[in-house]
């Protein structure tokens, strides 16, 4: 059996936004142990011409939502980049989670070969939707899901690998069913 654009996408997504989620959760605790104001984080860049942790979390959220709604044909929920506290990125985190929820698999399966385009800022990214999702969305995804850990990392939040992957979580879960 060959795995579906669904499968290899809205399930991927939603289990790095959880895992963002959980890692920005670990970065307001630091500043609060800390006595850090929000914005010692939401603020910080890796490199001066790279985006901030909050346009980070943002790129995650639109780069999610926007590839499943192109492939589904479905107009994107639009959410505007307003979010200027944890509180703020994790609703938004959540409301991400949410619209991939309520997308039905048979909107993204059979639409292997349907023509995406999308405009960047160095032109326009023409590829079929199984090519788009694997070479495009996917690790543009991954791409700043990754600076967001490394950016709270690089500033002291003790996040590690095992944050990243969301073993720990994969850990309480199956503790939790294993009465």
Do not use: C, W
């Not at 800390?34 to 490199?47: D, F, K, S, W, Y």
């Not at 039905?104 to 160095?122: F, Q």
């Amino acid at each position: 059996m060959s795995l579906s654009l669904y499968e290899i996408t809205i399930p991927v997504f939603i289990r790095g936004l959880t895992n963002l989620s959980a890692i920005l959760s670990k970065g307001s605790t630091y500043t609060d142990a800390q006595n850090l104001p929000g914005a010692h984080l939401l603020e910080a860049r890796l490199i001066e011409d790279m985006g901030t942790l909050v346009y980070q979390i943002q790129r995650v959220s639109d780069t999610s939502k926007n590839a499943a709604a192109r492939v589904a044909g479905v107009e994107p929920v639009s959410m505007p980049d307003n979010e200027t506290t944890f509180e703020e990125l994790q609703a938004r985190i959540q409301k991400t989670i949410d619209v991939l929820k309520a997308m039905p698999a048979d909107s993204l399966d059979g639409k292997e070969e349907k023509e995406i385009v999308v405009k960047t800022r160095s032109g326009e990214y023409t590829a079929s939707a199984k090519d788009y999702l694997l070479t495009f969305a996917l690790p543009n995804f991954y791409f700043h899901v990754t600076t967001a850990y490394d950016i709270l990392r690089h500033n002291g939040v003790p996040v590690g690998k095992s944050d990243y992957l969301g073993l720990g979580a994969m850990k309480q879960r199956s503790s939790e069913s294993s009465f």
